[in-house]
């Protein structure tokens, strides 16, 4: 007799059913698996049948058969283990089979028969809901995940015959969907006020993220890149749960949801080292997993020694930049992840790191010119903002009379404040920051009173700036005005933005 | 162009080595009778090796010559024979003089009056290293400017380095660059040097000994040095490294008997141990361009003009002539500041200081610094030398 029950396979952050057809019949006895199966898939047949065994079911000597429907697409992951055993339950009917239906199951089976946990599970459950399961079974180690998506039964099971236990009695654990809160101060991000001098910087980190524009920190060893750009999402807006949620999605289909499972309540800060490769940046592998771009998503991707990447892995870096996305293609098809990061680079400004500081710089025009030629002009052009970074001397550290910066709560109160104001103004578009905004739109959108607007076009004669550089300005100019809260871009907040520009040769100094 | 100038031209296109060309021109004595003759009268009495005097035969095709005549004529260059009366007289009392320059642009000396230059009377050379630091540019343009500003003709080679400051600092200061090159007349080398090309040549003028399309080989570079100290009355060394093409210059510059001026460096630098060594060995230490011009003027008895601010020309004051700063507060008491521009204004030095610096010596906001800080580069007293490093805009001769 033929059973079905339903699994999910997980394609990029997405899920889609997949229907687990069971036949047993008579003949030479063993287990089939069809279905385009990769390897892991077809080890299932072992680990299903010795499972079966050890949770005290018996395995009839006969011939059965299990095909994994749509046939022809490629099925990865342990995930299907339990519902290829309670298809085989249900087809032995050891387990009355009109009892499964509406129930989506997912989860990799042990020798001894429990039920382990697997990657991608909240997107499995965001498909059943959508597809109109009224319940789905997954391993227990996954319930909070699970239990993030509302209008769906959740059960967490230990065991197969905790699973077969919750249709003939009762087994398992009803997950309780979690109320959604997002966490009032950010864990493990350290304060801005810990930052000592480092003005200039910090103002352009403010800037850049009350805009969701890129930024480039220059500066020498030691003067605290790495420490600013790690403490930029403590002073990003807090996490919606929209945002929330696409980026536990993200980390659940990587494998890299915390422990302790549930949402990903804090803005990511991704910081890959210089010897990136490709896949590791933009996300692959057979089955393709999410790479750097994409578990940035909603934070920081932060590029150290930015002149040190291999150009062309830094190239991968234009259609996230672009499109907020990211196309992987493979032998198993495409596959799109979501990438919407603020790019924060560091690097030092030449060879040695001092430039301009000629008492420790004794790099040639022409070593500098190099180095920072190394950097790919098309990344540099997406970059809005450009802060040089002092080295700080001992005696600024432990002075007492230092002005005491902002904390993080503070210049995040202001941040979420010039946002709103972003909101307002691209009520019923598709941009949500000034980064975004075209430059037609720019036009049309940005109120610019005749001082601003008049030193833009002088400024633009003068260097004789690309229209790209042009627009940067605007949009720069527009966050600084909407961090003070006004409606119009003044002659000061444009000037502000011209202080951050970088050479219009393309050379950072 | 005279035959004779069309046939030296030739002779000058398809021969780089001066001694050949002499030994031709002694034994055929014209440049005419040079061209007339056959494969073997070279051979035989300019006692010419069998691969060149082919080559001299094989160029003298009309395909060539319509190439060469065409280049000239494109690029407008101009070709000076040793008895042109164009062709400057200083040249000619060197050692190994050249017998004919090609020449783009206008040449700015005089004739027949001891070879003096118009306007100033007399030139500088500005030599040091191709591999320079930021710092040495700076000082290089410095006395570039300078000495333009004084309406002295700038002479260098166009080289990377020490060389293209001296020619940029030549043309700020609207003055007369002479570039003298080591490759062939027409274009840049090296190629990255192609707009400050240009640029000499509009407003200044580009010499080279050798034709159109001779090749940059490593011992033309050298053997032009003599042609920059013979164009000069000073060479001024910034920086050079121990083993320096700079220090043939220097020495063709003796040989001649021109004054030489060094300007200092760190004794760590290793752009500073050539122009040390000079020092120790006697040169003129100078760390102002007014030093030097008073130091020739005395020497030549040329008195030395200045532009003045309405174009007409003035003798170089006093204190300009001694080299001893001007007085630095005129420029800023003339300067109609707001309070805060003044306080930053102030805080200001020659050597880059960090945005951060400034706001912990001024007290000022950040957004409000990034404001003074404009409005005071818009002005034209302070310049961004990177993103968050401002400097004071100044000719040098100051009191920072």
Request: charged share 25%.
């Given at each position: 007799?033929?059973c ?7 394609s ?36 299903v049948?010795?499972a079966?065994?050890?949770?005290g ?7 059965i ?11 990865g ?8 055993a309670m298809?085989?339950l249900?087809?032995?009917?050891i ?8 129930y989506g ?23 059943a ?10 391993p227990?180690?996954n319930?909070?995940e699970?239990?993030?998506v509302?209008g769906?039964c ?8 905790d ?7 009762t087994?398992?654990?009803?997950a ?17 006020a ?10 352009a ?8 524009h ?5 500066g ?5 890149k790495t420490?600013?750009?790690?403490r ?18 993200i980390y ?12 990903m309540r ?14 590791a940046?933009a996300?692959?592998?057979r089955?393709?997993?999410p ?12 590029l ?6 291999h ?10 930049l ?7 293609a ?26 301009p ?11 500098i010119?190099?180095?920072q ?6 990344i540099?052009d997406?970059?809005?903002?450009c802060?040089?970074m ?16 902002d904390t ?6 202001r941040v ?36 601003a607007?008049e030193?833009?076009?002088l ?5 004789g ?6 627009y ?16 119009t871009?003044?002659?000061?907040h ?5 202080g ?10 | 162009?005279?035959?004779?100038e ?20 002694a034994?055929f ?12 009268e ?15 035969v ?22 000076l ?14 050692h ?10 206008r ?7 001891n ?8 030139a ?13 540019e700076?000082?290089a ?9 004084a ?11 020490i060389?293209?400051a ?27 040097n ?10 200044g ?16 570079f050298?053997h ?15 920086e ?18 021109k ?23 006697g ?14 003027a ?11 601010d ?12 001694t080299?001893r700063?001007?007085?630095a ?35 000022l ?23 968050g490093?401002?400097?004071?805009k100044?000719?040098?001769?100051n009191?920072?």
């Amino acid at each position: 007799m033929i059973c079905s029950v339903y699994s999910f396979s997980v394609s990029g952050i997405e899920a889609s059913v997949i229907r687990v057809e069971t036949d047993v019949s008579g003949g030479l006895p063993g287990i089939d698996l069809v279905g385009y199966l990769s390897g892991e898939v077809r080890e299932a047949r072992e680990r299903v049948r010795v499972a079966i065994k050890n949770s005290g079911f018996h395995m009839p000597a006969k011939r059965i058969t299990v095909n994994l429907s749509p046939a022809d697409e490629r099925k990865g992951g342990t995930g299907y283990d339990l519902p290829i055993a309670m298809g085989i339950l249900c087809a032995l009917e050891i387990l009355p089979s009109e009892l499964t239906d509406g129930y989506g199951f997912v989860g990799e089976l042990g020798l001894d028969g429990n039920v382990r946990g697997v990657p991608g599970i909240l997107s499995c459950v965001y498909e059943a809901k959508r597809a109109g399961f009224h319940s789905v079974m997954i391993p227990a180690a996954n319930i909070e995940e699970g239990a993030l998506v509302e209008g769906i039964c959740v059960y967490g099971v230990e065991s197969l015959a905790d699973a077969v236990r919750h249709f003939t009695d009762t087994g398992g654990t009803m997950a309780v969907p979690v109320k959604w809160e997002s966490a009032e101060e950010p864990e493990g991000i350290d304060d801005f006020a810990q930052i000592r001098g480092q003005f200039l910087a910090k103002r352009a980190a403010e800037i850049a993220v009350a805009g969701m524009h890129n930024l480039l920190l220059t500066g020498p060893p030691g003067s605290g890149k790495t420490m600013l750009a790690s403490r930029i999402p403590g002073i990003m807006p807090r996490m919606t749960f929209e945002e929330s949620l696409e980026l536990t999605k993200i980390y659940s289909v990587a494998g890299m949801l915390p422990s302790e499972g549930g949402m990903m309540r804090t803005r990511p800060f991704r910081a890959p080292h210089h010897t990136a490769t490709i896949p590791a940046l933009a996300g692959g592998g057979r089955m393709p997993i999410p790479g750097e771009v994409s578990l940035a998503t909603h934070g920081v991707l932060f590029l150290d020694e930015f002149p040190e990447f291999h150009r062309a892995n830094i190239e991968v870096l234009r259609e996230p930049l672009e499109e907020k996305r990211i196309h992987v293609a493979r032998l198993n098809g495409n596959v799109e992840f979501p990438a919407k990061f603020m790019l924060v680079a560091a690097m030092n400004p030449c060879p040695c790191g001092y430039y301009p500081d000629r008492n420790r710089c004794s790099c040639t025009a022409d070593m500098i010119r190099r180095y920072q030629g190394r950097i790919s002009r098309p990344i540099l052009d997406r970059i809005d903002l450009c802060a040089a970074m002092p080295g700080i001397r001992v005696q600024e550290l432990t002075s007492k009379d230092a002005p005491a910066g902002d904390t993080s709560r503070q210049i995040r109160r202001r941040v979420e404040k010039a946002i709103a104001m972003q909101r307002k103004r691209y009520r019923g578009t598709a941009y949500r920051y000034n980064s975004e905004v075209s430059g037609d739109m720019a036009d049309r959108l940005f109120r610019m009173d005749h001082g601003a607007s008049e030193l833009l076009t002088l400024y633009a004669e003068k260097t004789g700036c690309s229209a790209r550089s042009y627009y940067r300005l605007k949009r720069v100019a527009r966050t600084v005005a909407d961090l003070e809260g006004s409606e119009t871009v003044e002659n000061r907040h444009m000037t502000e933005a011209i202080g951050y520009r970088m050479e219009e040769d393309g050379h950072v100094m | 162009m005279s035959c004779e100038e069309y046939h030296a031209m030739w002779l000058c296109c398809t021969v780089t080595d001066n001694a050949v060309k002499r030994r031709l021109l002694a034994a055929f004595g014209t440049p005419c009778a040079v061209y007339e003759a056959s494969k073997e009268e070279l051979q035989n009495e300019a006692a010419l090796d069998e691969e060149l005097a082919e080559r001299l035969v094989s160029s003298r095709t009309a395909a060539f010559l319509d190439r060469l005549l065409k280049r000239v004529e494109r690029d407008a260059i101009r070709f000076l024979w040793h008895e042109n009366e164009e062709f400057p007289e200083r040249l000619k009392e060197i050692h190994d003089p050249p017998l004919g320059l090609f020449v783009q642009g206008r040449v700015p000396w005089k004739n027949g009056a001891n070879g003096a230059y118009v306007k100033g009377g007399i030139a500088v050379a500005i030599v040091g290293t191709r591999q320079s630091s930021p710092y040495g540019e700076f000082v290089a343009k410095q006395f570039g400017q300078g000495f333009a500003d004084a309406g002295i003709p700038v002479v260098s080679g166009l080289a990377m380095g020490i060389d293209a400051a001296a020619h940029q600092g030549c043309l700020a200061g609207d003055g007369f660059p002479v570039a003298v090159l080591g490759s062939g007349i027409g274009a840049a080398y090296p190629r990255n040097n192609t707009i400050l090309f240009r640029n000499v040549i509009d407003r200044g003028c580009v010499v080279s000994e050798y034709g159109p399309g001779v090749p940059a080989l490593a011992h033309h570079f050298p053997h032009r040095n003599r042609l920059i100290a013979g164009l000069a009355d000073g060479v001024v060394v910034v920086e050079a490294q121990a083993r320096s093409g700079t220090l043939i210059t220097v020495d063709r510059a003796l040989e001649q008997g021109k004054s030489v001026y060094v300007v200092p460096g760190r004794v760590t630098d290793r752009n500073s141990i050539g122009c040390n060594q000079l020092i120790r060995e006697g040169a003129q230490l100078v760390t102002d361009p007014g030093e030097v011009m008073a130091d020739l003027a005395a020497q030549t008895g040329v008195p030395i003009y200045m532009q003045g601010d309405d174009g007409s020309m003035r003798f170089l004051t006093r204190e300009e002539e001694t080299g001893r700063p001007r007085n630095a507060h005129d420029k800023k008491e003339k300067m109609p500041l707001a309070s805060n521009e003044k306080i930053v204004y102030a805080f200001l030095r020659l050597s880059p200081k960090h945005f951060d610096q400034l706001i912990w010596e001024s007290g000022l906001a950040p957004s409000e610094l990034t404001n003074v800080l404009f409005s005071l580069e818009r002005e034209g007293l302070v310049e961004r030398i990177s993103p968050g490093c401002f400097s004071v805009k100044d000719t040098g001769r100051n009191d920072r």
